[in-house]
């Protein structure tokens, strides 16, 4: 079984180039997090911190860290109650981290 390390660091095909899962969900959270929040904190820091988010959310360390803490899914455990519990696990450690 891969790790979730090696799965965001794969190269896939998008579109007709080639980028890296890694590259784009960092471009996803990046966009997500400045529309959420370019409102309240303005765009400037808005961009600062999806920046520090998008970085985090695809370092190795923290990825290996995340898997350490999901583990594998539960024997009574449907998809939806394990992504739900990879969600908030990632949640509580991103905001731990990004105080």
Do not use: Y
């Not at 960092?26 to 409102?39: D, E, F």
């Not at 999806?50 to 998809?79: C, V, Y």
């Amino acid at each position: 079984m891969k790790s979730l390390v090696d799965i965001m660091h794969e190269v896939t095909a998008v579109s007709k180039s080639s980028e890296s899962l890694g590259v784009t969900t960092r471009a996803g959270v990046k966009l997500a997090a400045v529309a959420i929040l370019g409102s309240s904190l303005g765009a400037t820091k808005a961009a600062q911190f999806a920046d520090g988010a998008a970085s985090l959310i695809t370092n190795k360390e923290f990825l290996g860290e995340l898997e350490s803490e999901i583990g594998l899914p539960q024997k009574s455990e449907t998809e939806e109650e394990f992504v739900a519990r990879a969600k908030n696990t990632m949640f509580e450690m991103l905001k731990s981290k990004l105080k």
